[in-house]
């Protein structure tokens, strides 16, 4: 029954491993996404601001790279919270498993 238990806690632990790295995997996706995004809309707003030098587009320029900052926040906090939400699917499992060992 021990021997069991140990079992599910390891199988649990890699389960949570797995999700945290998909969720990593994720993020550095965004987090790509993102800083391409706002290198797109950077170049996009220079070269406007090389045509008619506006305020306005300047005022993009430092709109897009804000916004590349925010998802790039979004993208951490999302892996943060993936890893707490597995951390405590494996303290939930172990709870489960310590209950039902103490049961039998």
Known sequence: MIFEAISTIKEAEKEAEVRIKEAEKEAEQLLGDAQKEAEIIK??????AKKDGSALVL??????EKA???MEVEGEEKVKKLRE???KEINKAAKL???RVMDA
């Open 97 to 99: 498993i310590v209950a």
């Open 59 to 64: 005022k993009a320029i430092k709109e897009g």
């Open 68 to 70: 590349a900052r925010i």
């Open 43 to 48: 170049r996009d707003a220079e070269l406007k």
């Open 85 to 87: 939400d597995a951390e």
